[in-house]
């Protein structure tokens, strides 16, 4: 498998061999939609806290009497079906809405989207990512040379200066070889990778 190599001004300059396990793979989107509804569910925080009919602020006291009154008959202001009662079933910080994926379809999931991003010609390859000053201004004009707007930067090693210069800017995001994620990938219109983090990724998981 040939991946396409762009230069500093984004023109194609040639290319890259790479692994075919990884990107060549077909696509499977059932097992990509698993990949990412799990990575959502878990980046979850779970702290949402709702009131019991127990915990919330009411009198013990018998709105009106059991019968004569034409009225449903009612016996707390805290029953769930008042205004202001307590949740039946409420939910609770410790709610876990953990996922899990096994390693053997992380993988294949993953090499499942980075061969279709390559089919959509929105993967390329790049030498490497540098920046020699941490402004921002300076870093969204070298993503403006490479005609990208909205893009996701894989390198193997964060350098400090494109951390700094890359981290006010919106559409972009620079992240570790090891910390890509199946919903970045997606999200982002252009994924460009450096030379050396393809190593990674492919020593990650081939």
């Known amino acids: ?46 702290n949402r806290a709702q009131k019991t009919r127990a915990e919330v602020n009411h009198s013990t006291k018998k709105p009106w009497r059991q019968k004569g009154t034409g009225r449903a008959r009612s016996g707390m202001t805290s029953s769930p079906l008042w205004r202001k009662g307590g949740r039946a079933f409420p939910n609770k910080p410790d709610e876990n809405f953990t996922q899990k994926v096994n390693r053997k379809m992380y993988r294949a999931g993953m090499a499942s989207i980075l061969s279709q991003l390559v089919r959509d010609e929105r993967l390329f390859a790049i030498e490497s990512l540098v920046a020699k000053t941490p402004k921002t201004k300076t870093f969204a ?21 494109v951390y700094l210069a890359s981290r006010n800017l919106p559409n972009v995001l620079v992240l570790e070889a090891q910390q890509v994620d199946p919903y970045s990938l997606l999200r982002y219109k252009k994924v460009i990778i450096t030379k050396d983090a393809v190593a990674q990724l492919e020593e990650q998981w081939v």
């Open 1 to 46: 498998m040939e991946l396409k190599l762009i230069d500093a001004k984004g023109q194609i300059s040639g290319s890259l061999s790479v692994s075919d396990a990884l990107f060549a793979r077909e696509y499977n989107e059932a097992l990509v939609h698993q990949l990412v509804t799990a990575f959502l569910a878990n980046a979850r925080s779970g």
């Open 141 to 161: 004009e070298q993503v403006k040379s490479l005609g990208l707007e909205q893009v996701l930067f894989v390198t193997k090693q964060l350098d400090e200066n």
